[in-house]
């Protein structure tokens, strides 16, 4: 915890200044029947890398919300149990994500930021769910299609299966009545408008219906080397993506070898996957409009662009970059912010379990 009165403070200016804005308080609480906002639930798992497309289809979003909405912001550590973990690693992991989730800009005052399996009643509520659930539904999950692909059914573990009913109930346990998806997820959504439609109509009125919401711009950043899926924290090349926290020379290389294709001019044409999503992140990136970035480079080669494209990055990640700094030896005020986060996490979980166990006859 930093000394408010410390005398150097002013000497040591902006980080300070950073830390004051980011230091553990204790933040309104809310609860679904009284939330002034509507409620906005999501979620990052901690595996792999945090990259640019995490970044511009979810969190820099998230960040733009947090007016706007109640927000809760999960660490979804039972997520990533779906395939194996390193245990040492998983624990840095999830303090890692919580330094980019401030650093990127949420604020836990204003939001709720907490690890997923400190609520227990995440998993309870799945069970429940699950029971719910029919084997079809799951079995038709595209991203359990894509995921265990060549697979054969005697190796596929049983939580890739059901996880997207974890997730369900990760969103119906708080009220929810917005999830910020990438398009990839707008299918899990649905499994969860569905299953709150039908405890409802069995148990009667207990689950809000949450709506997913897809940011227009962002919403699929795809791999560098391969334009063709989407950008992957577990993805076995580097040149896959940028993350958060490479170094402008990493930043140069990684784009320069980006894929592109065989043609000249630089325009958004959707047909030409390569270019088109480097057009992308330079459009969010830089702010202009898809106009104003053809004019820009209207008879310009290639490499230009390519250099023009990472320097943009790497003035846009700087801010983040710094702020991740400043947080690196802060693990005691990343603790703090979980476990507040999860207090009042648990608050609000309570109180919907104890109304879904009692319209079940289990309480």
């Known amino acids: 915890m930093l000394n408010k009165h410390r005398p150097d403070e002013k000497m040591r200016g902006g980080v300070f200044d950073f830390f004051r804005r980011t230091e553990y308080t204790k933040s309104t609480m809310f ?50 149990l779906t395939v194996p973990q390193d245990p040492k690693i998983l624990k840095e992991k999830i303090k890692e994500t919580v ?6 800009g949420i604020d836990h005052r204003k939001s709720i930021i907490f690890q997923q399996s400190d609520v227990l009643e995440h998993t309870n509520l799945a069970w429940l769910l699950t029971t719910l659930t029919n084997m079809g539904e799951l079995s038709r999950m595209t991203q359990f299609k894509d995921k265990t692909q060549g697979q054969e059914s005697g190796t ?63 919403a699929r950043i795809m791999g560098l080397d391969n334009p063709e899926k989407k950008m992957s924290k577990s993805a076995v090349s580097e040149y896959n993506y940028i993350a958060l926290d490479d170094s402008p020379e990493d930043i140069r290389r990684k784009i320069s070898r980006a894929a592109t294709d065989s043609s000249r001019d630089i325009v958004f044409d959707p047909k030409r996957p390569g270019i088109y999503n480097l057009l992308t992140i330079y459009k969010i990136f830089s702010g202009l409009t898809e106009k ?56 609000l979980a309570k109180e919907k379990m104890k109304v879904v166990k009692e319209k079940m006859g289990l309480k």
Not at 99 to 104: G, I, K, N, V
Not at 160 to 178: H, Q, S
């Open 156 to 218: 596929i573990g049983v939580g890739i299966f059901e996880y997207p009913v974890l997730m369900a109930a990760d969103i119906l346990l708080y009220g929810t009545n917005v999830v910020p998806v990438g398009e990839d997820q707008q299918q899990h959504v649905e499994l969860a408008r569905d299953l709150a439609k039908r405890f409802n109509h069995r148990f009667g009125e207990t689950f809000v219906v949450p709506e997913g919401i897809i940011k227009k711009d962002g």
């Open 99 to 104: 330094r980019l989730y401030l650093a990127c």
């Open 31 to 80: 609860s679904e029947k009284k939330a002034k906002k509507p409620i906005l639930f999501s979620g990052v798992q901690p595996s792999g890398t945090l990259h640019i497309g995490n970044f511009l289809g979810a969190i820099k979003n998230w960040v733009e919300l947090q007016d706007k909405y109640e927000c809760l912001f999960c660490i979804v550590d039972y997520h990533a």
């Open 292 to 347: 104003a970035i053809e004019k820009k480079f209207k008879g310009v080669g290639y490499a230009d662009f390519k250099q023009d494209l990472a320097e943009t990055i790497i003035k846009g990640l700087k801010p983040i970059q710094d702020n991740l700094r400043k947080l690196e030896k802060q693990d005691k005020h990343i603790e703090r912010i979980l476990e507040e986060g999860a207090e009042k996490a648990r608050e």
